[in-house]
């Protein structure tokens, strides 16, 4: 009898106790506004900041209602215009574009590499097409960093990173997020930390920190900032930016603090999972498990792994026999965006060239999930069972 998976690729574990009871003490006072505060209190949202901060080494933090809006607001901040054009990574997910069309600005999409990053040669070549880079650290595959600040300094390109699946990575030991001017991260369900909804966005700069703020929708309120710039740094910012709210509240803020404090324990769960998985890959005829640079410190929370030059019934057919055994896997290389997956083609807002390079590596693309609900002997099953289907379909299409 062939084994099978029963577990679910998307149940989260629960909110941690500590969470609950922050956020039942927030619901008791009533006060989930983030301005709301009585004499002396500083409001959970504003700790959440401090927090955050202090933990990625970071000088400003701003919390936001998700990751997309704290994209737009950071390229709002380094004064991104309607028309203006911005670098973006090809292989991501759809917020990214989406948060550059957001601000009635125009996507240029940078290739991937085999090694599932943004492709330097590329990015080089396009440094002159735009002064911003929106970098996606698509499904936490951190490309060389300081190869990439270097040719983004040489060409005047402001960097905001996308560390939606990089919460709790670093490269080169430096935390993902405080290498470009402004790294933003989400907390919705799926990823690191989980309130639902919500975003946070930190830097070193005042400025942006301060034009953050106030476009996130401070109410003039933004003395109340725990890990804020000085009132001096929204002299003028405050009559020149526009109120765009969305801010987090103090209930997202609560369920979100004791999470973040366990982020390391939980980064290390995720990688005992993913290695596993890896282990269970490895040697897979016809399959390409993606090595990670050494200078790389993950968050295992999926996988990734290439079917290179397969046709495409044959990945369908690991896909559904995979399927059938209890295995969701993910295809970037399906003509129709599906579930999540979704690729530059499909965002038909964007008048993007073909890239044959890039298209190539995205038709090999196999992603999966993985959840903290899985136990290490779940993750084991699992690589049992793609390995088998796998190597099934790939003898037989010899
Ligand atoms: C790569 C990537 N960037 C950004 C986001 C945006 O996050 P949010 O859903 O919080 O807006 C997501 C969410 O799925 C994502 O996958």
Redesign the pocket.
């Known amino acids: 009898m062939a084994e099978v998976f029963k577990g679910s690729f998307t149940q989260q574990e629960p909110i941690p106790e500590a969470g609950i009871e922050a956020a039942v003490a927030v619901m008791r006072h009533g006060r989930l506004h983030r301005y709301n505060t009585v004499a002396g209190e500083i409001a959970e949202t504003a700790l959440l900041e401090q927090e955050f901060a202090a933990q990625v080494g970071a000088k400003y933090c701003l919390a936001v209602a ?4 704290a ?1 737009a607001t950071a390229m709002r901040a380094v004064g991104v215009k309607p028309g203006d054009k911005v670098l973006t990574n090809t292989f ?2 759809a ?2 574009p989406g948060a550059i069309a957001a601000l009635g600005a125009v996507p240029v999409f940078v290739g991937v590499t085999d090694q599932l990053v943004i492709d330097l040669d590329d990015l080089a070549a396009k440094a002159d097409q735009a002064d911003v880079l929106l970098l ?1 650290h ?1 499904r936490g595959h951190l490309a060389d960093m300081t190869a990439l600040i270097a040719i983004c300094d040489a060409a005047g390109i402001t960097v905001i990173e ?1 560390c ?2 990089t919460m709790g990575a670093a490269w080169d030991g430096v935390p993902s997020g405080t290498q470009g001017k402004v790294g933003c991260y ?3 369900t ?2 690191h930390v989980n309130s639902g ?3 946070l966005l930190v830097t070193d700069d005042a400025e942006v920190a301060a034009r953050a703020i106030m476009l996130s929708g401070s109410y003039m309120l933004y003395e109340r900032h725990a890990a804020g710039p000085p009132k001096e740094a929204f002299e003028t910012i405050r009559y020149e930016t526009p109120n765009i709210s969305g801010r987090m509240d103090n209930l997202r803020a609560a369920i979100l603090r004791p999470q973040l404090r366990d982020l390391d324990r939980q980064v290390a769960r995720w990688n005992e999972r993913y290695f596993v998985i890896e282990a269970g890959l490895r040697n897979t005829p016809g399959l390409t498990v993606i090595d990670r640079p050494e200078k790389e410190s993950i968050v295992g929370s999926s996988i990734q792994f290439l079917l290179e030059e397969w046709s495409e019934a044959a990945v369908h057919e690991v896909q559904s026999s995979c399927a059938a055994r209890g295995v969701e896997l993910k295809w970037f290389g399906g003509a129709e965006p599906v579930g ?1 997956t979704s690729r530059y083609d499909s965002w038909r807002y964007v008048d993007a060239p073909r890239m044959p390079k890039s298209d190539a590596v995205l038709a090999g693309i196999v992603d999966m999930r993985v959840p903290l609900t899985f136990s290490i002997e779940d993750c084991a099953l699992i690589a049992r069972i793609i390995r088998s289907e796998v190597s099934r379909v790939f003898q037989a299409a010899k």
């Open positions: 998700s990751g997309g809006y994209m991501t997910l917020p990214v996606s698509m996308d939606a699946h989400s907390c919705q799926y990823k909804e919500g975003g999540f």
